[in-house]
Protein backbone atom coordinates (compact mmCIF):
# COMPACT_ATOMS: atom_id res chain seq x y z
CA UNK A 1 0.00 0.00 0.00
CA UNK A 2 2.87 2.62 0.68
CA UNK A 3 4.67 1.68 -2.63
CA UNK A 4 1.16 2.71 -4.51
CA UNK A 5 0.85 5.93 -2.73
CA UNK A 6 4.50 6.66 -3.07
CA UNK A 7 3.75 6.02 -7.07
CA UNK A 8 0.44 7.94 -7.59
CA UNK A 9 1.79 11.31 -5.36
CA UNK A 10 3.38 12.14 -8.58
CA UNK A 11 5.43 15.12 -6.88
CA UNK A 12 7.94 13.07 -5.05
CA UNK A 13 9.04 10.72 -7.98
CA UNK A 14 9.41 13.71 -10.20
CA UNK A 15 12.26 15.21 -7.82
CA UNK A 16 13.56 12.51 -7.14
CA UNK A 17 14.36 11.72 -10.85
CA UNK A 18 15.41 15.48 -11.21
CA UNK A 19 17.61 15.13 -8.54
CA UNK A 20 19.23 12.06 -9.83
CA UNK A 21 19.69 13.47 -12.95
CA UNK A 22 21.62 15.99 -11.86
CA UNK A 23 23.43 13.99 -9.75
CA UNK A 24 24.57 12.14 -12.48
CA UNK A 25 25.37 15.19 -14.94
CA UNK A 26 27.54 16.34 -12.40
CA UNK A 27 29.36 13.12 -12.50
CA UNK A 28 29.77 12.99 -16.01
CA UNK A 29 30.81 16.10 -17.12
CA UNK A 30 34.63 15.85 -17.73
CA UNK A 31 36.45 16.59 -14.98
CA UNK A 32 38.59 19.97 -15.71
CA UNK A 33 41.83 18.48 -16.01
CA UNK A 34 45.76 19.43 -16.29
CA UNK A 35 48.35 17.24 -16.18
CA UNK A 36 51.50 16.96 -13.98
CA UNK A 37 54.32 15.67 -15.36
CA UNK A 38 57.32 13.68 -13.46
CA UNK A 39 60.36 15.01 -15.17
CA UNK A 40 61.88 11.89 -16.79
CA UNK A 41 59.30 9.50 -15.28
CA UNK A 42 60.38 6.76 -12.88
CA UNK A 43 63.47 8.19 -13.26
CA UNK A 44 63.27 11.76 -12.64
CA UNK A 45 65.66 14.50 -12.88
CA UNK A 46 68.94 12.89 -12.61
CA UNK A 47 72.06 12.19 -15.13
CA UNK A 48 71.70 9.22 -18.18
CA UNK A 49 68.38 10.73 -19.47
CA UNK A 50 67.74 12.34 -22.45
CA UNK A 51 65.14 14.42 -22.03
CA UNK A 52 64.55 15.52 -25.40
CA UNK A 53 63.77 11.99 -26.16
CA UNK A 54 61.10 12.01 -23.18
CA UNK A 55 59.65 15.12 -24.16
CA UNK A 56 58.87 13.63 -27.98
CA UNK A 57 56.04 11.96 -27.65
CA UNK A 58 54.28 14.37 -25.29
CA UNK A 59 51.73 17.06 -25.76
CA UNK A 60 52.03 19.61 -23.39
CA UNK A 61 49.07 22.31 -22.53
CA UNK A 62 49.01 25.38 -20.81
CA UNK A 63 47.99 24.74 -17.08
CA UNK A 64 50.38 21.44 -16.73
CA UNK A 65 52.98 21.52 -13.93
CA UNK A 66 55.97 20.07 -14.66
CA UNK A 67 57.03 18.23 -11.32
CA UNK A 68 61.20 17.89 -10.86
CA UNK A 69 62.45 14.83 -7.97
CA UNK A 70 66.02 14.87 -7.79
CA UNK A 71 68.80 14.68 -5.33
CA UNK A 72 68.62 18.08 -4.16
CA UNK A 73 72.26 18.08 -2.23
CA UNK A 74 73.24 18.07 -5.99
CA UNK A 75 71.19 19.13 -9.29
CA UNK A 76 69.00 21.91 -9.06
CA UNK A 77 66.44 23.55 -11.43
CA UNK A 78 66.76 27.09 -13.73
CA UNK A 79 64.73 28.31 -16.28
CA UNK A 80 67.32 29.88 -19.09
CA UNK A 81 66.35 31.33 -22.54
CA UNK A 82 67.11 28.95 -25.99
CA UNK A 83 70.66 30.31 -26.00
CA UNK A 84 72.04 29.87 -22.90
CA UNK A 85 69.96 26.34 -22.95
CA UNK A 86 71.99 25.07 -25.75
CA UNK A 87 75.15 26.26 -24.48
CA UNK A 88 74.24 25.09 -21.01
CA UNK A 89 75.58 28.50 -19.57
CA UNK A 90 73.66 28.72 -15.66
CA UNK A 91 75.19 32.37 -15.59
CA UNK A 92 71.85 34.52 -15.90
CA UNK A 93 69.02 32.04 -15.51
CA UNK A 94 65.38 33.35 -16.44
CA UNK A 95 63.86 31.71 -13.27
CA UNK A 96 65.11 29.67 -10.34
CA UNK A 97 62.61 27.50 -9.41
CA UNK A 98 64.71 25.39 -7.03
CA UNK A 99 63.70 25.50 -3.60
CA UNK A 100 66.11 23.42 -1.82
CA UNK A 101 63.74 19.77 -1.17
CA UNK A 102 64.31 18.44 -4.67
CA UNK A 103 61.10 18.65 -5.30
CA UNK A 104 60.25 21.44 -7.98
CA UNK A 105 57.20 22.28 -9.93
CA UNK A 106 57.17 24.63 -12.74
CA UNK A 107 53.47 25.79 -13.65
CA UNK A 108 53.36 25.87 -17.58
CA UNK A 109 51.11 28.69 -17.96
CA UNK A 110 51.91 30.52 -20.92
CA UNK A 111 52.09 29.23 -24.32
CA UNK A 112 55.64 29.34 -25.01
CA UNK A 113 58.68 27.27 -25.22
CA UNK A 114 60.25 26.74 -21.52
CA UNK A 115 63.78 25.84 -21.23
CA UNK A 116 64.82 24.21 -17.84
CA UNK A 117 68.65 22.76 -17.30
CA UNK A 118 70.35 22.26 -14.00
CA UNK A 119 73.34 24.30 -13.43
CA UNK A 120 76.48 22.41 -11.53
CA UNK A 121 77.60 21.13 -14.28
CA UNK A 122 74.61 19.04 -14.82
CA UNK A 123 73.60 20.07 -18.05
CA UNK A 124 76.26 18.99 -19.94
CA UNK A 125 75.66 15.54 -19.64
CA UNK A 126 72.06 16.10 -20.49
CA UNK A 127 70.07 17.72 -17.71
CA UNK A 128 68.37 19.85 -19.90
CA UNK A 129 64.52 19.61 -20.96
CA UNK A 130 62.95 22.00 -23.65
CA UNK A 131 59.27 21.80 -23.61
CA UNK A 132 56.88 23.40 -26.23
CA UNK A 133 53.41 24.27 -24.13
CA UNK A 134 50.17 24.48 -26.63
CA UNK A 135 46.93 25.66 -25.61
CA UNK A 136 44.83 22.47 -24.69
CA UNK A 137 42.28 21.20 -27.53
CA UNK A 138 38.82 22.08 -27.70
CA UNK A 139 36.09 19.35 -26.33
CA UNK A 140 35.32 16.25 -26.89
CA UNK A 141 39.05 15.25 -27.28
CA UNK A 142 40.38 16.30 -24.33
CA UNK A 143 38.79 18.64 -21.11
CA UNK A 144 39.66 22.17 -21.61
CA UNK A 145 40.20 24.93 -19.01
CA UNK A 146 38.01 27.37 -20.43
CA UNK A 147 34.69 27.89 -19.07
CA UNK A 148 33.11 28.37 -22.29
CA UNK A 149 34.01 25.12 -23.86
CA UNK A 150 32.26 23.59 -20.59
CA UNK A 151 29.08 24.57 -21.29
CA UNK A 152 28.41 22.65 -25.01
CA UNK A 153 29.37 19.75 -23.72
CA UNK A 154 27.41 19.50 -20.75
CA UNK A 155 24.42 20.55 -22.89
CA UNK A 156 25.40 17.56 -25.46
CA UNK A 157 25.76 15.22 -22.68
CA UNK A 158 22.96 16.55 -20.50
CA UNK A 159 20.40 16.09 -23.96
CA UNK A 160 21.02 12.06 -23.52
CA UNK A 161 21.32 11.73 -19.34
CA UNK A 162 17.87 13.35 -19.13
CA UNK A 163 15.98 11.72 -20.95
CA UNK A 164 17.09 8.47 -19.68
CA UNK A 165 16.77 9.42 -16.70
CA UNK A 166 13.32 10.58 -17.01
CA UNK A 167 12.76 6.75 -18.79
CA UNK A 168 13.94 5.00 -15.57
CA UNK A 169 12.07 7.20 -13.53
CA UNK A 170 8.68 6.19 -15.63
CA UNK A 171 9.63 2.34 -15.57
CA UNK A 172 10.10 2.35 -12.12
CA UNK A 173 6.78 4.59 -11.89
CA UNK A 174 4.82 1.99 -13.91
CA UNK A 175 6.23 -0.55 -11.62
CA UNK A 176 5.07 0.87 -8.50
CA UNK A 177 1.41 1.39 -10.14
CA UNK A 178 1.44 -2.07 -11.47
CA UNK A 179 1.87 -3.58 -8.08
C1 LIG B 1 69.80 34.77 -23.71
O1 LIG B 1 70.41 35.56 -22.70
C2 LIG B 1 71.77 35.89 -23.02
C3 LIG B 1 72.36 36.61 -21.82
O2 LIG B 1 71.42 37.49 -21.24
C4 LIG B 1 71.79 36.76 -24.28
O3 LIG B 1 73.13 37.07 -24.63
C5 LIG B 1 71.13 35.99 -25.41
O4 LIG B 1 71.06 36.80 -26.58
C6 LIG B 1 69.74 35.53 -25.01
N1 LIG B 1 69.18 34.70 -26.07
C7 LIG B 1 67.92 34.80 -26.48
C8 LIG B 1 67.48 33.84 -27.54
O5 LIG B 1 67.17 35.65 -26.04
C1 LIG C 1 68.17 29.15 -6.43
O1 LIG C 1 67.36 29.31 -5.26
C2 LIG C 1 67.79 28.48 -4.18
C3 LIG C 1 66.77 28.59 -3.06
O2 LIG C 1 66.47 29.94 -2.78
C4 LIG C 1 69.19 28.90 -3.74
O3 LIG C 1 69.62 28.08 -2.67
C5 LIG C 1 70.15 28.73 -4.93
O4 LIG C 1 71.41 29.23 -4.60
C6 LIG C 1 69.62 29.48 -6.16
N1 LIG C 1 70.44 29.11 -7.30
C7 LIG C 1 70.81 29.98 -8.25
C8 LIG C 1 71.64 29.46 -9.34
O5 LIG C 1 70.42 31.15 -8.22
C1 LIG D 1 52.58 31.91 -14.26
O1 LIG D 1 53.06 31.37 -13.04
C2 LIG D 1 54.09 32.16 -12.47
C3 LIG D 1 54.63 31.44 -11.27
O2 LIG D 1 53.61 30.98 -10.43
C4 LIG D 1 53.53 33.53 -12.11
O3 LIG D 1 54.54 34.33 -11.58
C5 LIG D 1 52.98 34.18 -13.38
O4 LIG D 1 52.36 35.41 -13.06
C6 LIG D 1 51.98 33.26 -14.06
N1 LIG D 1 51.62 33.85 -15.35
C7 LIG D 1 50.38 33.85 -15.80
C8 LIG D 1 50.18 34.43 -17.16
O5 LIG D 1 49.44 33.40 -15.14
C1 LIG E 1 69.01 12.95 -27.03
O1 LIG E 1 68.51 12.25 -28.15
C2 LIG E 1 68.41 13.07 -29.32
C3 LIG E 1 67.65 12.30 -30.37
O2 LIG E 1 68.05 10.94 -30.39
C4 LIG E 1 69.81 13.49 -29.74
O3 LIG E 1 69.74 14.30 -30.89
C5 LIG E 1 70.45 14.27 -28.60
O4 LIG E 1 71.79 14.59 -28.92
C6 LIG E 1 70.41 13.47 -27.30
N1 LIG E 1 70.81 14.35 -26.22
C7 LIG E 1 71.75 14.03 -25.36
C8 LIG E 1 72.03 15.03 -24.31
O5 LIG E 1 72.34 12.96 -25.39
Known amino acids: MERVKIGCGSGLPVLMVVTLAVVLMA ?4 EVSA ?6 GN ?14 D ?45 RDVVPLNVTRNYYLI ?9 MKLAVHVENPPPPPTAASL ?4 ASPSFNLRG ?12 LWDAFVHFW
Not at 118 to 126: L, M, N, V
Request: glycine fraction near 10%; aromatic fraction near 16%; hydrophobic fraction near 35%.
Open 118 to 126: SGKGFCFGG
Open 146 to 149: NENS
Open 27 to 30: VLVP
Open 58 to 102: KHFYNGDWLFFVYDRNQMNVLEVNKTDYESCNSDHPLHNWTRGAG
Open 159 to 170: QYVLPAVLAIGA
Open 35 to 40: TRWIVG
Open 43 to 56: MGWTTNVNYTVWAK
